[in-house]
Nanobody, 124 residues
């Protein structure tokens, strides 16, 4: 079992930055690809970014490419999502998820473990 805890969300203004953290416990995160997803009220869960187990490969949704950066520090059992130039449409609950696969996946159903989510609100 892997337990994931997200942190770093908050209320910011458009153009600001936030860094989300996803801390794992229970097992080493280095064996897992990790993804970030988000879900706004009344909307479907949406892929944001993913990183392979080694960190060598990343993938981003088109809406965040160039603004968000996913990274991982396996020695700290933590994955980060650096979010720059935030927009009101980025407002959502952000979830990290771990999958026992090498490469990250854009599909939420490939992920085995999920955190509880952290709220990000961007005001205009």
């Amino acid at each position: 079992q892997v337990q994931l805890v997200e942190s770093g969300g908050g209320l910011v203004q458009a153009g600001d930055s936030l860094r989300l953290s996803c801390a794992a416990s229970g097992r080493t995160l280095s064996n897992y690809a990790v993804g970030w997803f988000r879900q706004a009220p009344g909307k479907e869960r949406e892929f944001v970014a993913a990183i392979s187990w080694s960190g060598a490969s990343t993938d981003y949704a088109g809406s965040v490419k160039g603004r968000f950066t996913i990274s991982r520090y396996n020695a700290q059992n933590t994955v980060y999502l650096q979010m720059n130039s935030l927009k009101p449409e980025d407002t959502s609950v952000y979830y990290c998820a771990a999958a026992l696969i090498r490469s990250g996946s854009t599909s939420w159903y490939d992920y085995n473990y999920w955190g509880q989510g952290t709220q990000v609100t961007v005001s205009s």
